[in-house]
């Protein structure tokens, strides 16, 4: 008895010719693709910390404006303008000067308004039109009375 093969003619067999084709279509890819790679240059920057001036521009963690009863204005136990005076101007020279510490090292400002319990209201909303015109009145916070000593 002779046995019959079975050859189907859809059966034909391992074709090479196609994953010939898929091997071209795939090195054509990676050829087009290394042409859009980006050579990397060294970028010449400087660190904060290598100079003197970074060192003596300490940004505080916090800046305390503190009001008195009688109007006197300070900022970190620094007295600023007078009691009498209406526009502020020091205040507001040394909270752009802090400002743009705070810019250059990519900080917030933060700032707290303290003023005594019986500080005139007037006083208090001239030192927050201050830190408007100074553009430093997005980080603001308010204490009433002494500072608490630590």
């Known amino acids: 008895m002779r046995q019959q093969e079975n050859k189907s003619p859809g059966d034909l067999g391992f074709q090479i010719a196609p994953m010939i084709d898929v091997v071209f279509v795939i090195m054509l890819f990676f050829m087009v693709m290394a042409g859009a790679v980006k050579v990397?240059?060294?970028?010449?920057?400087?660190?904060?910390?290598?100079?003197?001036?970074?060192?003596?521009?300490?940004?505080?963690?916090?800046?305390?404006?503190?009001?008195?009863?009688?109007?006197?204005?300070?900022?970190?136990?620094?007295?600023v303008d007078t009691p009498q005076s209406k526009e502020l101007r020091q205040l507001y020279i040394e909270i752009c000067k802090l400002r743009e510490n705070a810019r250059r090292a990519k900080t917030k400002l933060l700032v707290t308004v303290q003023a005594d319990e019986t500080t005139v209201y007037e006083r208090i909303a001239l030192v927050l039109d201050t830190l408007a015109q100074a553009e430093a009145n997005e980080n603001v916070t308010f204490s009433i009375g002494e500072a608490e000593e630590v």
Do not use: H, M, R, Y
Request: proline letters at 5%; glycine letters at 4%; hydrophobic letters at 35%.
């Open 40 to 79: 990397e240059f060294e970028l010449k920057i400087k660190l904060p910390g290598d100079s003197e001036a970074a060192a003596s521009q300490e940004i505080p963690d916090e800046l305390t404006i503190a009001i008195t009863e009688k109007g006197q204005v300070s900022i970190n136990d620094s007295n």
